[in-house]
Protein backbone atom coordinates (compact mmCIF):
# COMPACT_ATOMS: atom_id res chain seq x y z
CA UNK A 1 0.00 0.00 0.00
CA UNK A 2 2.77 2.31 0.77
CA UNK A 3 4.25 1.51 -2.59
CA UNK A 4 0.86 2.68 -4.31
CA UNK A 5 1.29 6.29 -2.38
CA UNK A 6 5.02 6.72 -2.77
CA UNK A 7 4.09 6.20 -6.91
CA UNK A 8 1.54 8.23 -6.88
CA UNK A 9 3.38 11.19 -5.04
CA UNK A 10 5.82 10.74 -7.86
CA UNK A 11 3.41 11.28 -10.49
CA UNK A 12 3.42 14.59 -11.95
CA UNK A 13 0.24 15.14 -12.86
CA UNK A 14 -1.33 14.30 -9.34
CA UNK A 15 1.23 16.78 -7.90
CA UNK A 16 0.11 19.37 -9.72
CA UNK A 17 -3.53 18.13 -8.95
CA UNK A 18 -2.71 18.68 -5.36
CA UNK A 19 -1.88 22.12 -5.64
CA UNK A 20 -5.50 23.27 -6.75
CA UNK A 21 -7.16 25.97 -4.90
CA UNK A 22 -10.64 27.81 -4.69
CA UNK A 23 -10.08 29.90 -6.86
CA UNK A 24 -8.47 27.32 -9.57
CA UNK A 25 -12.23 25.50 -8.86
CA UNK A 26 -14.12 28.99 -9.34
CA UNK A 27 -12.66 30.16 -12.50
CA UNK A 28 -12.24 26.79 -14.26
CA UNK A 29 -9.19 26.02 -14.56
CA UNK A 30 -9.30 23.00 -12.68
CA UNK A 31 -10.27 21.05 -15.81
CA UNK A 32 -6.47 22.09 -17.49
CA UNK A 33 -5.39 20.04 -15.23
CA UNK A 34 -3.49 17.60 -17.28
CA UNK A 35 -4.92 14.91 -14.58
CA UNK A 36 -7.98 15.48 -15.13
CA UNK A 37 -7.27 15.91 -19.06
CA UNK A 38 -5.82 12.19 -18.79
CA UNK A 39 -9.11 10.79 -16.45
CA UNK A 40 -11.74 12.43 -18.57
CA UNK A 41 -13.45 9.27 -19.81
CA UNK A 42 -13.69 8.43 -16.12
CA UNK A 43 -14.75 11.80 -15.21
CA UNK A 44 -17.80 11.63 -17.73
CA UNK A 45 -18.70 8.27 -17.01
CA UNK A 46 -18.61 9.21 -12.89
CA UNK A 47 -20.97 12.54 -14.14
CA UNK A 48 -23.22 9.89 -16.29
CA UNK A 49 -23.72 7.87 -13.10
CA UNK A 50 -24.33 10.27 -11.15
CA UNK A 51 -27.63 11.57 -13.62
CA UNK A 52 -28.81 8.37 -13.49
CA UNK A 53 -28.79 7.54 -9.80
CA UNK A 54 -30.62 11.38 -10.17
CA UNK A 55 -33.19 10.34 -12.44
CA UNK A 56 -33.85 6.74 -10.82
CA UNK A 57 -34.22 8.84 -7.40
CA UNK A 58 -37.10 11.26 -8.34
CA UNK A 59 -39.09 8.34 -10.47
CA UNK A 60 -38.56 6.56 -7.13
CA UNK A 61 -39.95 9.58 -5.78
CA UNK A 62 -42.86 9.71 -7.87
CA UNK A 63 -43.60 6.28 -7.49
CA UNK A 64 -44.05 6.47 -3.96
CA UNK A 65 -46.07 9.72 -3.38
CA UNK A 66 -48.28 7.91 -5.64
CA UNK A 67 -48.04 4.78 -3.73
CA UNK A 68 -49.08 6.71 -0.78
CA UNK A 69 -52.13 9.15 -2.80
CA UNK A 70 -53.39 5.75 -3.27
CA UNK A 71 -53.47 4.33 -0.04
CA UNK A 72 -55.33 7.17 1.20
CA UNK A 73 -57.89 6.95 -1.43
CA UNK A 74 -57.89 3.16 -0.47
CA UNK A 75 -58.53 4.33 3.13
CA UNK A 76 -61.50 6.62 2.55
CA UNK A 77 -63.33 4.07 -0.04
CA UNK A 78 -62.97 1.31 2.67
CA UNK A 79 -64.81 3.92 5.29
CA UNK A 80 -67.46 4.78 2.49
CA UNK A 81 -68.01 1.13 1.83
CA UNK A 82 -68.83 0.51 5.66
CA UNK A 83 -70.82 3.42 6.36
CA UNK A 84 -72.85 2.33 2.76
CA UNK A 85 -72.99 -1.21 4.45
CA UNK A 86 -74.10 -0.13 7.84
CA UNK A 87 -77.22 2.22 5.75
CA UNK A 88 -78.19 -0.89 3.91
CA UNK A 89 -78.61 -2.92 6.66
CA UNK A 90 -80.50 -0.55 8.78
CA UNK A 91 -83.06 0.14 5.58
CA UNK A 92 -83.48 -3.77 5.62
CA UNK A 93 -84.59 -4.42 9.23
CA UNK A 94 -87.81 -5.64 9.83
CA UNK A 95 -89.07 -2.09 11.69
CA UNK A 96 -87.52 -0.02 8.87
CA UNK A 97 -89.93 -1.97 6.68
CA UNK A 98 -92.89 -1.80 8.62
CA UNK A 99 -92.61 1.79 9.34
CA UNK A 100 -91.96 2.49 5.38
CA UNK A 101 -95.54 0.56 4.79
CA UNK A 102 -97.19 2.34 7.37
CA UNK A 103 -96.06 6.02 5.54
CA UNK A 104 -97.24 4.92 2.38
CA UNK A 105 -100.64 3.57 3.87
CA UNK A 106 -100.48 0.02 2.69
CA UNK A 107 -102.64 -2.37 4.08
CA UNK A 108 -100.56 -5.10 4.91
CA UNK A 109 -99.73 -7.35 7.73
CA UNK A 110 -96.92 -8.94 8.83
CA UNK A 111 -97.00 -12.89 8.89
CA UNK A 112 -96.81 -14.44 12.84
CA UNK A 113 -95.16 -17.45 11.60
CA UNK A 114 -93.07 -17.93 8.83
CA UNK A 115 -94.11 -19.17 5.32
CA UNK A 116 -93.79 -22.81 4.58
CA UNK A 117 -93.71 -24.48 1.02
CA UNK A 118 -96.75 -26.59 0.07
CA UNK A 119 -96.56 -30.03 -1.78
CA UNK A 120 -98.65 -31.25 -4.33
CA UNK A 121 -99.79 -34.86 -3.41
CA UNK A 122 -99.77 -36.40 -6.98
Do not use: W
Not at 37 to 66: A, P, S, T
Amino acid sequence: MSKFFSKLSENKAFSQFKSVTLKDFASGRIFLNEFLLRQGKLVLLIIMLIFFYMNNRMVCEKMLHKIDDLNKELTTTKYMAIITETELLQAGREQEIEKRIAEKGLNLIALDMPPYIVKDSK
